[in-house]
């Protein structure tokens, strides 16, 4: 299920998440390009293996059209991101994306590259739909379907639960815009369940399974009667699930983004689901819509969003890796959502 709004690649959006410039010309009806292009991006953290998924997706398809893709870490550091945003601008590469902590704090550098020429696209930039004013300078976004995942997690803590208990939440410790609208959504979801309680919500401040076993430690101790624990991330879920086994207690524990040990932990039962985040194929819809608005000079739409998909013990064995997705990009298939 994707949303787009159309509109002319001459209006300029603004955003906060992954954001991308480009511009060469291309050989007709090829997705080549007549001269090779280089894209920049900004990563949030390269410790985190979805990001880098969106980085391999995006970096098949824009390798895949003759360019080129180099990557930045920013290390949970704003200031480090508005550097490497800077240093792309002064090597004047012809692309950049950026998938920002925080986009207010952004906006100057982001309107320094939209000065310079760079065409800007956005993953997450607003997590709702947005119009050409409140995304300016961004020309497109990709949104994950982190509403959908919310709801669908507090649907089967309630089902999984007999629709009754306390539950717990985790996130980041950093504050990362997109995850606070992820547990924000999660607690409206909870509220509108009248027989579960939202009894706490605290921040994983290493962003691994170390991180979250003492938080859900905590919450165990507090709430002996825990019933269920929501987090942000299946490093999270694990670190969870092990403080729940630890102390011999049932809870059901809920992970996303479906990385690989996500994805070990539901085959073996440590936790009970996980989320695909889908972020090679946003990393490809990303790069074609580069290519496409920026190289190409086609139109494009405004907001596009990739649905999550839940994994559980009954279809995790279905699960297509993201090495083999990106495998099959590199082949040149198109794996992204429908853009135009």
């Known amino acids: ?48 293996s979805t990001i880098e998924a969106i ?38 590469v012809d692309a950049i994306v950026v998938f920002p902590l925080d986009f207010p704090t952004l906006k100057n550098v982001l309107e320094r590259a939209d000065k310079a020429g760079i065409a800007l696209f956005a993953h997450d930039a607003l997590m709702t739909n947005a119009t050409p004013e409140t995304l300016s300078p961004v020309r ?12 669908e997690a507090a649907d089967f803590i309630e089902q999984q639960t007999g629709g009754t208990g306390k539950v717990a939440a ?5 504050p ?25 919500q605290k921040g994983n401040p ?14 165990l101790t507090q ?9 942000y991330n299946d490093p999270s879920a694990i670190g969870a699930a092990a403080a729940a086994a630890a102390a011999g207690k049932d809870v059901v524990v809920t992970g996303f983004n479906a990385s690989q040990d996500g994805l070990d932990a539901v085959k073996s039962g440590a936790i009970d689901a996980t989320w695909d985040y889908k972020p090679v194929e946003i990393g490809q819809t990303l790069g074609r819509l580069a290519i496409e608005s920026a190289v190409k000079g086609n139109e494009v739409g405004l907001n596009y969003q990739m649905d999550v998909a839940m994994v559980t013990k009954k279809n995790v064995d279905s699960f297509v890796p ?8 590199e082949d040149g298939k198109y794996l992204g959502l429908p853009i135009e």
């Open 176 to 200: 990362v815009n997109t995850n606070i609208f992820l547990l924000d959504k999660f607690s409206q979801q909870v509220k509108q369940r009248p027989n579960l309680e939202l009894v706490g």
């Open 223 to 231: 709430h002996p009667d825990l019933s269920a624990v929501f987090t």
């Open 140 to 151: 497109a976004q990709v949104m994950t379907g982190r509403s959908q995942q919310a709801e």
């Open 1 to 48: 299920m994707y949303k787009i709004q159309m509109r002319l690649t001459g209006l300029f959006a603004a955003g906060a998440a992954v954001l991308l410039v480009a511009g060469c010309g291309t050989a007709a009806g090829s997705g080549q390009t007549d001269d090779a292009f280089t894209v920049g991006m900004t990563l949030p953290t390269a410790q985190n």
């Open 170 to 174: 985790i996130g980041i410790a950093a």
């Open 55 to 92: 980085a391999d997706g995006l970096r098949a398809e824009v390798e895949n059209a003759g360019g080129k893709l180099v990557t930045a870490d920013s290390q949970l550091q704003i200031d480090k991101q508005i550097s490497d945003i800077d240093t792309f601008i002064s090597e004047e």
């Open 322 to 329: 993201w090495d083999d997705r990106v495998k099959q990009i």
């Open 206 to 219: 290493t962003d691994d399974a170390a991180g979250a076993r003492p938080l859900a430690e905590g919450f």
